[in-house]
């Protein structure tokens, strides 16, 4: 049977190694494959398998805005990866990231895809067109996650209440600060 493969995804290398580095560190001990796909912040790491310790790298160049060019080509990128690796999981953070990697990972046909959302980008203060655009963006990308973290109740409850998921697929996770 083919080991279970993780590859963890997000914007840029500074988000990986301040805060997922850690979640990598721990699949890998559980016994996965671990990898991660990230916009590397030195040229010499443009290589694929550049050292993290036990966990692979892929660099791709993941866009920081929501430019539907740059959003197309982060997601070729990712498709392509997603397919040559053929990933058991894709473990997505980071807003724009979380964008590209779940329509990547549905072209791919990845069979489990879990977005982890560190705060979502709408809020109350927004005009009230441009907060349901993004709502209405989140709802159609949570159609392709399997599961939906959070790192607050509050933002779990939220998801619940605007129905992103079915509750049993949404989990608050906290941030790993004691209360």
Known sequence: MRPVTVCQV???????RQFMAPLAQALHQQGYQVHAAFTPEHPRQD???????????HPV?????????????????LYRLFRRQRFTVVHVHTPVAAIAA?????????PV?????HGFYFHDGMAAPVRWLHIASEWV????TT????????????????????ASRIRAIGNGVEA
């Open 141 to 144: 990308l949570a159609q392709l």
């Open 61 to 77: 160049a993941i866009a920081r805005s929501a430019s539907p060019v740059a959003l197309a080509r982060s997601t070729w990128q």
């Open 102 to 110: 779940r329509l990547a990972a549905l072209l791919a046909r990845t």
């Open 147 to 166: 599961l939906l973290l959070t790192q607050s109740a509050e933002d779990a409850e939220l998801a619940r209440r605007l129905r992103f998921r079915p």
């Open 10 to 16: 997000c914007a840029v290398e500074f988000t990986y």
């Open 113 to 117: 895809v879990i977005y982890t959302a």
């Open 47 to 57: 290589q694929e398998g550049v050292d993290l310790g036990p966990v692979r790298h």
